[in-house]
């Protein structure tokens, strides 16, 4: 099949078993690939109910029909699962050169099935498949197995792998690739280690088959040509995500101290420009990407280096926990990365706790005696190992994540758990940007910025405004955003280059030989949005309205400082802004596809 | 006794999608957007002569800004 790597693979790691069949061509018509085939996978096989940590469960990897080929950034890879952070569907992304590996290996998913009885890393090797003993590499940080699999096995192979936290069933572990890039969101490395896979490695040498060569070439050199000419492309190299700190420190969207706030009055050391003279040494890109915006820093104080900080990290784990030092910002990522744990979820869980601290819910003898203060970078440092070996009370206690260390020590501290569907929000503070509120409220995985980001929308049409251009616009970008996830590619060329999305059309047409516009690939994007609506739906009996609720803090408790001081989103706004998605998407009022939305996407068969 | 203004992306639908446009120096960068209508808060980056800087910096003769906003998001 043009475009794809034409089998599914499938490892079960309770018997050993590998099985590889085509990939079926009504599959890759109705879900294309990436996240539309986890979402697919995940709902048709995942009988519901199963424990996110049992054998039930599977892990779904997938590339996508751009993935591997000359398409600027064509190299995102999809991990798909239900979460063990919230119950429901995750699904993470990663960069790299993995997808491009599985591609070449003839394969478009891995499904990794069952549970190993003993720690093993999965080698694909074209055709040669094998199970080996991991005991050596377990307990092991993911930097440091990535490196030992390199070294054993070449440097051809691509690995992803998971650290001490997945294996101690941390629900918000990573799954590492590259050095430190990660699938970072909703425990998929957290369903890796529970089926004692340490890691899996890939090499492949097909070739991957085209329907027209030479259009390919044509679309694909138009969109590089597209990117070397956007004048956004300097700046964005030299800074990469780095370059909103300053930005959302302005406009008051950088979460301060568990998101009390959204400016961060010693964050100047934070910036961009900062980061680049003080810590940066290198760009880094992912496969194929013409504008390089990974960044790896070394940090001379503690003799480490990262790839990173991105953004989110800075924000989460920097002014979050209020530590303004660009060099402990990238050791915390580092520590991260090793230990084997998301920073935006780490990041969000220990600021609660530091909030818990400050206020009297925690006390010294519930924190082992570390001072829990906002700016104690040592205990940071401390808690992250902690947190990965679930040691002692507090080291137990945040595992668990915002959410249920909530729910456990209460006394009001459910108040200040910034999370929704119990997946912690990233890095943008919503007191008031209502239209990136209900993206974090309404994100099918959680408060992932991911699936739709509208602060600049916000800023153009008016933050408070709330009316249905907006939920409209939000809408959209749920649908396009994961598309680059669906597709196998980096959105970032797209939204950061300003390249015109029409270019992608072309380049798709002339791999997969088939004819598709944006208005058939949204279709495909709303089937996905709504059958992972159905799942969560489906694995929770309470499903609905409510989950979809943000923190109480962007309603009730306006910033004290900084730009957005004394602004907040009213809780009628909220309200409104849900009856207004749930109407334009076909839902009925507690959120759930009605049945003429399901019967028009073809999902109808799924509900009984 | 001017500088040139470049504008990146949405920032050029403020100034009837001109890419280009010449100021007077002396202004800081915030003032010479205020005067074309242009507002600041989304402008995420402000290049001056390809080397970052804030938005009140004081516009020299013969400076190239580049003004950029942010779209999309990580």
């Not at chain 1, 890759?28 to 995940?42: C, M, S, V, W």
């Not at chain 1, 995102?76 to 993470?92: E, I, R």
């Not at chain 1, 050391?269 to 390089?292: A, H, M, N, W």
């Amino acid at each position: 099949m043009n475009g794809y790597g034409g089998n599914i693979l499938r490892v079960n790691l309770s018997t050993g078993k590998i099985t590889k069949t085509p990939t079926p061509v009504e599959l890759a018509r109705d879900y294309i690939g990436g996240r539309g085939f986890g979402a697919y996978f995940l709902f048709n096989e995942v009988p519901a109910g199963a424990d996110p940590l049992g054998p039930e469960n599977k892990l779904i990897v997938s590339s996508g029909p751009l993935a591997g080929l000359m398409i600027p950034g064509a190299g995102k890879c999809d991990f798909t699962c239900k979460s063990p952070l919230t119950g429901g569907y995750a699904s993470a992304s990663v960069g790299g050169l993995l997808t491009a590996e599985i591609k070449y290996a003839g394969l478009d998913s891995i499904i990794l099935e069952g549970a190993s009885a003993k720690p093993v890393y999965l080698v694909i090797d074209d055709d040669h498949i094998q199970l080996r003993d991991a005991s050596a590499l377990w307990g092991k940080g993911s930097i440091t197995v990535e490196k030992i699999l390199k070294d054993e096995l070449g440097e051809e192979f691509q690995i992803a792998c998971i650290g001490p936290a997945g294996e101690n069933g941390v629900p918000y572990a990573h799954i590492n690739h590259d050095y430190g890039r990660q699938a970072g969101r909703g425990g998929v490395g957290t369903v890796m280690g529970a089926k004692k896979l340490k890691a899996f490695a890939i090499r492949g040498t097909r070739a991957i088959p085209v329907a027209d060569l030479d259009a390919y070439r044509q679309a694909g050199m138009a969109l590089y040509k597209a990117c070397k000419d956007s004048e956004g492309l300097g700046p964005w190299q030299n800074l990469g995500t780095t370059m909103v700190v300053s930005w959302c420190d302005e406009i008051g969207a950088l979460p301060t101290r568990n998101f009390a706030a959204g400016s961060f009055a010693e964050g100047k050391t934070l910036y961009g420009p900062v980061i680049r003279e003080q810590i940066v040494i290198t760009d880094k890109g992912c496969f194929g990407c013409p504008s390089p915006c990974g960044k790896y820093s070394r940090m001379k104080r503690y003799g480490t280096r990262v790839e990173g900080p991105e953004y989110e990290t800075i924000g989460m784990v920097g002014s979050n926990l209020g530590i303004a030092d660009a060099q402990d910002v990238a050791q915390i990522n580092f520590l991260c990365d090793e230990w084997g744990v998301d920073t935006i979820s780490a990041g969000s869980t220990i600021a609660w706790a530091m909030e818990c601290y400050e206020k009297g819910i925690l006390t010294p003898a519930d924190t082992d005696g570390l001072e829990l203060k906002f700016g104690n970078v040592p205990a940071v440092f401390t808690l992250i190992e902690k947190i990965a070996k679930r040691e002692g009370n507090l080291g137990a206690l945040l595992a668990e994540g915002t959410k249920r260390a909530a729910q456990k020590i209460g006394k009001g501290s459910e108040q200040f758990a910034i999370q929704v569907k119990g997946m912690e929000q990233s890095a943008y503070a919503t007191h008031n940007a209502t239209a990136m509120l209900l993206a974090y409220m309404t994100a099918d995985v959680g408060a992932h910025h991911n699936r739709a980001w509208a602060i600049t929308y916000d800023l153009q049409v008016g933050r408070e405004l709330v009316g249905a251009d907006k939920v409209a616009r939000v809408i959209w970008l749920q649908h396009v955003r994961p598309m680059f996830d669906t597709l196998g590619a980096c959105r970032l060329q797209w939204v950061e280059l300003n390249i015109d999305l029409e270019m992608y059309i072309p380049a798709l047409e002339a791999i997969t030989g088939v004819k598709r516009s944006w208005q058939d690939l949204e279709l495909v994007s709303e089937r996905i949005w709504n059958l992972t609506r159905l799942y969560w739906a489906r694995e929770h009996k309470d499903f609905g309205r409510a989950w979809d609720m943000p923190s109480p803090r962007f309603y009730t408790e306006p910033p004290k400082t900084g730009t957005t001081a004394g602004q907040i989103t009213k809780l009628e706004d909220v309200e409104r802004m849900l009856d207004m998605y749930y109407a334009q998407r076909g839902w009925d009022a507690n959120g759930l596809p009605k049945p003429e939305t399901l019967e028009r996407l073809g999902l109808a068969n799924l509900v009984a | 006794m001017t500088a040139q203004i470049k504008l990146l992306g949405i920032l050029k639908s403020y100034v009837g999608n001109q890419s280009q446009i010449e100021v007077n120096a002396g202004n800081t960068v915030r003032e010479a957007m205020r005067a074309l209508n242009i507002p600041s808060e989304l402008v995420a980056l402000v290049l001056v002569n390809n080397t970052p800087q804030t938005k009140e910096y004081c516009l020299q003769a013969g400076d190239v800004v580049m003004l950029m906003a942010v779209v999309g998001g990580g």
